[in-house]
């Protein structure tokens, strides 16, 4: 399994383009940290943060007034937090209007 793993993330090191310093880094990381899913970019690990965060809203909906783990305020600044990521993810830099041709 180990082996396979090290092969897999050498090649996908070499195929991101990473010298040999950032392949054996990387390969580090890899070793210390193997729960973590080093393929995956940036954005997927952002919403595995706001999937998180859902949950634990609806955990906290779960329980009683009495109960509930977070200060009366915090569900509103976690829910903000969820909607400026996901704008963030769902962001699309392409322009809303293709240019007129009518003109031409």
Known sequence: MTLTLGIHMTMWCKSQG???PQLQTTMEQTKKYPSIDWTK???HKLQEI???LKSVLEREAKRS?????LV???EDVVEEVISMLEERIDYDPSPQYEPSLAGI
């Open 18 to 20: 990473l010298s040999q």
């Open 41 to 43: 970019n940036e954005y």
């Open 72 to 74: 009366p305020g915090d």
């Open 65 to 69: 007034c009495t109960s509930q783990h």
């Open 50 to 52: 706001v999937d998180l």
